[in-house]
């Protein structure tokens, strides 16, 4: 029987002359899910992925990818994945229409056959009014939507995505993100490397929290957000005049400092009982102190971050 998983690596290993890069990672990604590898820049997430794709051997350790040996059977990894990188892959001299089609014909398909599936991938990334352009004039969204069209000519069953969103406007990120979400809708697996903790929030049902070249953390979103221990009231006056009274009396009521959020009339506290801060919320009203909103929030995969590795994310990756 095949085996549930698309990615089974152990203790992998790869130095750069003195620099560790990749230093023991495991990791165990189900078929036909997103698997979030987290972390920032310099952390080890691109190595591991030109490891498992067969681009750079291993130091030491071991991986199977698809049932096949990473080092061994190379040749049969290379045959079922696709890999889309920082930047984008395509010729930036030929229209997107020509890109397809080429890829098409590189990979097997006849003349006939890679015309039908340009035109099938265009339409399904929305690029057909602009297949005839030539792609340096594009927009980044648009490199990065051929980009990945480009990977899915032939659909593969394991997709490496590193950084897919780097660089674009938020539009454009939500474009790629709906057009990974249809991927494995279809059936692919897909190893999603990130420094955007947002970005695996949405997309990853796992996710691996790299820093250093070693794994810190492995789970759900949810279940890594429950591992700090702690979430957040936010909440919201009418005005700003009452904060200062507001915050001394949930820091009061909490046992811990209330924080002052940029907006002036909002302010949030870290909470450990739900019922302690539906109490406390209750006080502010009684007071009279005015609320416009409140909520209670799990820790942001920021949080969780910093919680995990004692710095955050964007100091790292400075």
């Known amino acids: 029987m095949p085996s549930t998983l698309a990615i089974e690596a152990s203790g992998l290993v790869k130095s750069f002359g003195t620099t560790r890069a990749v230093d023991g990672v495991d ?27 067969t681009l750079l051997r291993p130091d030491a350790g071991s991986a199977r990818v698809l049932g096949h040996d990473i080092v061994a059977e190379a040749d049969a990894v290379r045959g079922l994945v696709s890999l889309t990188g920082q930047l984008a892959s395509v010729d930036d001299d030929l229209t997107g229409r020509e890109n397809l089609i080429l890829l098409g014909r590189l990979l097997g398909y006849s003349t006939r056959e890679a015309r039908e599936r340009a035109d099938e991938l265009l339409a399904a990334f929305g690029l057909r009014e602009a297949a005839g352009r030539l792609v340096k004039n594009y927009s980044g969204g648009m490199r990065r939507r051929l980009d990945v069209a480009a990977s899915i000519v032939v659909t593969p069953e394991l997709m490496f995505l590193d950084e897919p969103t780097t660089g674009l406007d938020p539009r454009s990120r939500n474009e790629v993100w709906d057009i990974v979400r249809a991927l494995v809708g279809r059936g692919t697996t897909v190893l999603l490397c990130t420094q955007y903790l947002d970005e695996a929030d949405q997309l990853a049902d796992r996710i691996a929290v790299i820093d250093r070249g070693k794994v810190i953390a492995e789970g759900t979103p949810g279940r890594l957000k429950a591992s700090v221990g702690q979430g957040a009231l936010h909440v919201r006056l009418l005005g700003p005049e009452h904060r200062a009274e507001a915050a001394r009396m949930l820091s009061r009521a909490l046992d811990t400092d209330a924080q002052l959020d940029a907006d002036p009339a909002a302010l949030s506290v870290p ?29 942001s995969l920021d949080e969780v971050f910093l919680a995990l590795t004692g710095h955050p994310a964007e100091e790292e990756a400075a």
């Open 27 to 53: 990791l165990a990604v189900p078929r036909g899910a997103v698997y979030g590898v987290l972390g920032p820049n310099g952390a080890g997430k691109t190595t591991v992925i030109r490891m498992l794709a």
């Open 271 to 299: 909470v450990q009982d739900a019922e302690r801060a539906s109490e406390a919320v209750a006080e502010l009203s009684r007071a009279g102190l005015g609320l416009a909103s409140f909520s209670l929030a799990q820790p």
